[in-house]
Every structure is written in structure tokens, then in C-alpha cells.
T-cell receptor, first 115, second 111 residues
Framework: GAGVSQSPSNKVTEKGKDVELRCDPI?????LYWYRQSLGQGLEFLIY????????KSGLPSDRFSAERTGGSVSTLTIQRTQQEDSAVYLC?????????????FGPGTRLLVL | QKEVEQDPGPLSVPEGAIVSLNCTYS??????FMWYRQYSRKGPELLMY????GNKEDGRFTAQVDKSSKYISLFIRDSQPSDSATYLC???????????FGSGTRLLVRP
């Protein structure tokens, strides 16, 4: 079956522009995570969605970052007024019910470069 | 102090060597521990998962948790060039739904 997909694969933007990153989780998975991976760094948790519950936004680094998950499926991460320090790989993962011991299935990531 | 510490490497070994990858964590109450493998320009994939302490073996891979020293290890026997990747340790911390990842160790297995 299809895994987690993300688009675009790569995004180059100019400082100050807004970007939208998309994630299609595995069908039927109720939990969805966004992470950021900077060069040589581990995965930094950004946001967690679980069903219709209020998302855990505690990892978003600033109010320029926001995310939505429509209809419990597709999610969009939006970064407004991008800065050079936003350059990173943005990874999306989904799991069946969101329990921490479940496997998180990752997409290939979106590589964002802010010039 | 970071909740999970991992040596970034890179670690370079000849094919067939036994590889030991390690992480330390900050709180002995942490219960779930995972190892993810990430190939270049790909997303991470779950390799091994252990609960609490002890060993778990899967083929050439063994995951070990020592709760008394707050140390987790991944051993790879008979390493292959296809094992060349970044290995990320992760723990549940005190959360029921999110993981804390180490920074990853780059492994290169030379033919």
C-alpha cells in the first residue's frame, strides 16, 4: 500500500516569502506528526494531530509556523515570512492511533532552502 | 542537558565488523526506546523497539537498554555496506504519544 507522501520534495524560496508543505498520511492513520531536521541534527518535534482532538503545537518554534489537518487526513505546514534559519528538511510521519510505542511511518521529507 | 545524547560520528568500519551504536538519556523513568535507520535523502524507518530494560534481537541487530546507567545500544553483527546510514535513537520520554530523538550517528561500512 501507499506510504506517507510529502510535497514538494524540494523548495527554494526567498527570505520573507510564505511556503506551504503538504503531507498525505497512510490511509486510516489517525495520528500525524511534523518534525524538522536541520543539518547534522536529530528530529525536532513540531506538532502532533490525533483525530479530532486539539493538536499539540508545543514544538512550533515561532508564531510564523502553523499547521492544519483537514478532514483527519491531509496536513499542511505553513511557514510565513521565511527566514534563513528555517532551512531544513521537514518530515511528516503518521501512526495508527498515536500511542508512543507504535511505529511512526515517515515520508521522504521536504527539503526547504531559504535564500 | 539534552534528554537524549548521541555521538554524531561518522563511524567508519570495514565490512563484517561488529558495530556498536550508543545513546544516553536523562531520566530513568523513560520506558520505550526505539532505533530508527535513515538512508540518505529518505525518511527514517523503525529498526528496533524495546520496552523498559533488557535485550531484543532481530537477525543481525540487537538492541539493549541499561536503565541503571540510562544507556541504550544497538549492535550490528556482520555489518554490510547496505547498513551505511544514519541511526537515530529515540525514547518516549514522559509522553504517551511523542518521541524524543537523538541527533543520529552516521555509519559507513566500507566494502
Amino acid at each position: 500500500g501507499a506510504g506517507v507522501s510529502q510535497s514538494p520534495s524540494n523548495k527554494v524560496t526567498e527570505k520573507g516569502k510564505d511556503v506551504e508543505l503538504r503531507c498525505d498520511p497512510i490511509s486510516g492513520h489517525t495520528a500525524l506528526y511534523w518534525y524538522r531536521q536541520s543539518l547534522g541534527q536529530g528530529l525536532e518535534f513540531l506538532i502532533y494531530f490525533q483525530g479530532n482532538s486539539a493538536p499539540d503545537k508545543s514544538g512550533l518554534p515561532s508564531d510564523r509556523f502553523s499547521a492544519e489537518r483537514t478532514g483527519g487526513s491531509v496536513s499542511t505546514l505553513t511557514i510565513q515570512r521565511t527566514q534563513q534559519e528555517d532551512s531544513a528538511v521537514y518530515l511528516c510521519a503518521s501512526s495508527s492511533t498515536g500511542l508512543v510505542q507504535e511505529t511512526q511511518y515517515f515520508g521522504p521529507g521536504t527539503r526547504l532552502l531559504v535564500l | 542537558q539534552k534528554e537524549v545524547e548521541q555521538d554524531p560520528g561518522p563511524l567508519s568500519v570495514p565490512e563484517g565488523a561488529i558495530v556498536s551504536l550508543n545513546c544516553t538519556y536523562s531520566n530513568s523513568a523513560f520506558q520505550y526506546f526505539m532505533w530508527y535507520r535513515q538512508y540518505s535523502r529518505k525518511g527514517p524507518e523503525l529498526l528496533m523497539y524495546t520496552y523498559s530494560s533488557g535485550n531484543k534481537e532481530d537477525g543481525r541487530f540487537t538492541a539493549q537498554v541499561d536503565k541503571s546507567s540510562k544507556y541504550i545500544s544497538l549492535f550490528i553483527r556482520d555489518s554490510q555496506p547496505s547498513d551505511s546510514a544514519t541511526y537515530l535513537c529515540a525514547t518516549s520520554g514522559d509522553s504517551s504519544y511523542k518521541l524524543i530523538f537523538g541527533s543520529g550517528t552516521r555509519l559507513l561500512v566500507r566494502p
